[in-house]
């Protein structure tokens, strides 16, 4: 999988059976891991960066996904986050969520 940085460690994509099963493991990674870091020495990798468990994005949602977060930044928004390969934003925390489709939105 090509990355921004060719010095960069490589991610490592998981193919599952099926969304459900993959939801139900990113949940329950993000539960397990959020007080301790998942590292890459815990599963005996080289160096002791942190593993980070993210859905699977295609390049356009990769790019919308970062002008969103700009874009979020200067209108003050406070959340911007992935669920099931979706962009959610978020203005405060009462907030409604909006998702973001394409560069319009």
Do not use: M
């Not at 010095?7 to 990674?29: H, L, W």
Request: aromatic share 8%; glycine share 0%; with cysteine.
């Amino acid at each position: 999988v090509p990355t921004r940085e060719p010095e960069s460690i490589k991610p490592i994509i998981v193919c599952f059976s099926s969304r459900y099963i993959k939801e139900d493991f990113i949940a329950a990674a993000r539960s397990e891991f959020k007080t301790t870091p998942l590292t890459a020495d815990q599963l005996q990798l080289k160096g002791k960066h942190r593993i980070y468990i993210n859905d699977h994005l295609t390049t356009k949602n990769k790019n919308l996904l970062s002008k969103t977060k700009k874009a979020a930044n200067e209108a003050n928004f406070r959340y911007v986050w992935v669920k099931h390969a979706k962009i959610h934003i978020r203005k405060t925390d009462t907030s409604p969520v909006i998702i973001i489709k394409s560069e319009k939105d």
